[in-house]
């Protein structure tokens, strides 16, 4: 499966464009495409991405991921860099959405993101932006030991389905603090845990299970259930583990 690279121009006085890779090409075999934003500390071409963004390219889905501004720059200058505030994360990601939908031609478009991607795509449509659904893949509830601060007081001005990833020893969403939000949710949301992964899905040793194979079966759970948008079984919530 090839990948393509692309540039977003961005509306930014200190970086004019940001990289992307397109994954899976640009007419998607099922019909859906996904916009994959990463998290605040790796780029797109993270291990962890470049893992989801293959996996479902080869599952039938084309794929867009794409850097943040502030990543861009902290590549091109060779230094770590903290994400930009909020409202330019939203602008790029916006930016990021319209080359997609101009790029591929697909029935439906999905938002989705690991952890601080998730959550900037999670405002945008809780702000109006039409997708077919939200995939998060380690959605940060709150900041890890401060459970108080709650990141969800948007949730119920989502209207798409949302499709919850998390691991048990994830430190930024407490299980019981997850299922307390979901039903705020504006549209019906699944959430599905994997033993014994944290928040970037790494699992200890003495799991039996290795890293590669959690992430196999993350992509088989996104693919299944980007699969079902638009059925009935997408229109249902349900929980799964604990």
């Not at 998607?28 to 962890?48: D, R, Y």
């Not at 909020?86 to 930016?95: C, F, Y």
């Not at 299922?179 to 003495?206: S, Y």
Request: net charge neutral; glycine share 12%; hydrophobic share 40%.
């Amino acid at each position: 499966m090839s990948t393509e690279s692309l540039t977003i121009p961005i509306d930014d006085p200190r970086i004019d464009r940001v990289g992307a890779l397109l994954d899976g090409g640009s007419r998607p075999p099922t019909g859906t495409a996904l916009l994959l934003a990463h998290g605040a500390g790796q780029p797109m071409t993270a291990p962890f991405m470049a893992a989801v963004a293959e996996g479902l390219a080869a599952r039938g889905f084309s794929v867009l991921r794409f850097d943040y501004p502030y990543m861009e720059r902290a590549a091109r200058e060779g230094r770590r860099l903290p994400p930009d505030p909020r409202p330019r994360l939203e602008g790029a990601h916006r930016l990021a959405l319209d080359v997609l939908r101009a790029r591929v031609d697909c029935e439906r478009v999905v938002l989705g993101g690991k952890s601080m991607g998730g959550r900037i795509a999670s405002h945008l449509v809780a702000g109006g932006t039409e997708c077919a659904g939200l995939l998060f893949l380690g959605y940060p509830l709150h900041p890890a030991g401060k459970p108080e601060r709650l990141r969800s007081g948007h949730f119920s001005a989502i209207p798409a389905p949302s499709l919850f990833l998390r691991g048990t020893r994830d430190r930024l969403c407490d299980a019981r603090l997850l299922a307390r939000v979901l039903p705020t949710l504006g549209a019906p949301a699944r959430r599905v845990d994997f033993e014994g992964a944290d928040h970037g899905f790494e699992v200890l040793v003495r799991s039996g299970r290795t890293h590669a194979e959690v992430l196999a079966e993350l992509v088989d759970t996104a693919a299944s259930w980007m699969s079902s948008l638009g059925r009935d079984g997408a229109r249902e919530s349900v929980e799964e583990g604990p």
